[in-house]
């Protein structure tokens, strides 16, 4: 019975080496593919090396700021969300220039629209001297070269906290359109550069669309909350706007995305985009970067997502007990997005972010 042959590998020919060391053996070429030839972390183990074959890169070039305006003097602290203000519009003007300064190309704003203002019909939400409205100009007056986001949607404006009219407890689809496109016409008149329908209404992209050019704001951008879910991380935002007590105990799941739908995701992109968005976004972020990647595989549209507060409050407490590096999970969650395609994101950590990435 002959030998079991040897499964040592095969060796070529020596290879000379300088006088007083050993000579170096060539092997034949196998376990290709496989350690010890293999070894993944040679190009880990250096800064310089890590940073030439990074995948991705996170700039101040991704950045939007939401800013919470509202319409009192100075400003105010947001209890679930630290380190976050509401702003009256005569600190607008320092604080978006700031951003402009460390390179932030867009801010987003949100209006905390007094009681007293809020009716069944949102009625305020067209008033060309509304709040929001109001903070607009007042943006383009002081820093005119930054992008101005503002929401399409009437829950800052309702008094029952939906995002659109309401009769006998159903929300209203087609006669909320009404209402959004007079809403967006108001912020185009304004000077907004790009209105962004959160409202998940079905049609209400090709109507804007069309009351927009309509009217000759050809240039205003659509940007849709294309995928928006009816998420329990949106808390700390209706807490900073002042809409969760209206909304009371309701909740706005005959209108905004069942969480465990993403195929549905993905019609509502393709929807919205056939009729006119420029961009589309994925609302949350964190909980939804498959949604996010499945979208951008998908269509190839900017693609935008918003870490909503309710991330942001999480990340911010468990930094401020000490349980996480506060900095390093914010840059990391940012990075998170960037790698699952998103081409922009809405964060309220934009200026910290900023600073950060221009300190080095």
């Not at 903070?135 to 800052?156: E, F, M, Q, S, Y």
């Not at 550069?193 to 049609?203: F, N, T």
């Not at 909304?247 to 209108?255: F, N, Q, V, W």
Request: hydrophobic share 40%.
């Amino acid at each position: 019975m002959a030998p079991p042959q040897s499964r040592k590998p095969h060796l070529l020919r020596p290879v000379e080496a300088p006088a007083g060391k050993p000579a170096v053996e060539l092997r034949a070429p196998t376990g290709h593919g496989q350690f010890p030839r293999v070894r993944m972390r040679r190009n880990r183990a250096d800064d310089w090396t890590r940073r030439l074959v990074a995948e991705n890169r996170l700039t101040v070039d991704d950045l939007l700021w939401p800013i919470f305006v509202h319409d009192r003097d100075g400003r105010e602290d947001v209890a679930s969300m630290p380190g976050v203000q509401r702003l009256s519009i005569a600190e607008l003007g320092d604080a978006v220039g700031e951003a402009a300064e460390l390179g932030i190309p867009a801010v987003a704003l949100f209006p905390v629209v007094p009681g007293e203002r809020k009716t069944e019909a949102a009625e305020e939400c067209w008033n060309p001297d509304n709040l929001c409205n109001r903070a607009i100009r007042a943006i383009k007056r002081a820093v005119p070269d930054v992008g101005v986001v503002c929401d399409v949607a009437l829950d800052p404006y309702t008094s029952h906290g939906h995002d659109g009219l309401i009769e006998d407890g159903r929300i209203l689809n087609d006669e909320t359109l009404e209402v959004l496109c007079r809403q967006a016409l108001a912020e185009a008149e304004a000077g907004v550069d790009i209105v962004a329908p959160s409202d998940m209404m079905d049609g209400r992209i090709g109507c804007l669309r069309d009351a927009l050019d309509a009217a000759g704001h050809q240039q205003v951008r659509l940007l849709a909350y294309a995928a928006k879910y009816a998420s329990a991380f949106y808390g700390p935002f209706r807490d900073a706007v002042g809409s969760k007590s209206a909304l009371g105990k309701g909740d706005k799941r005959t209108y905004q995305m069942d969480p465990a739908n993403g195929d549905e995701a993905l019609r509502e992109c393709a929807l919205d985009i056939a009729e006119g968005a420029d961009m589309i976004m994925i609302k949350p972020g964190m909980p939804y970067l498959d949604i996010v990647r499945r979208a951008k595989d998908a269509f190839g549209m900017p693609t935008f997502v918003y870490q909503v507060s309710g991330e942001y409050a999480m990340l911010k407490a468990a930094a401020e007990r000490g349980w996480l590096d506060g900095e390093r999970v914010m840059l990391e969650s940012l990075m998170a997005f960037k790698r699952a395609g998103a081409d922009g994101i809405l964060t309220y950590f934009a200026v910290d972010v900023a600073r950060r990435l221009k300190a080095g």
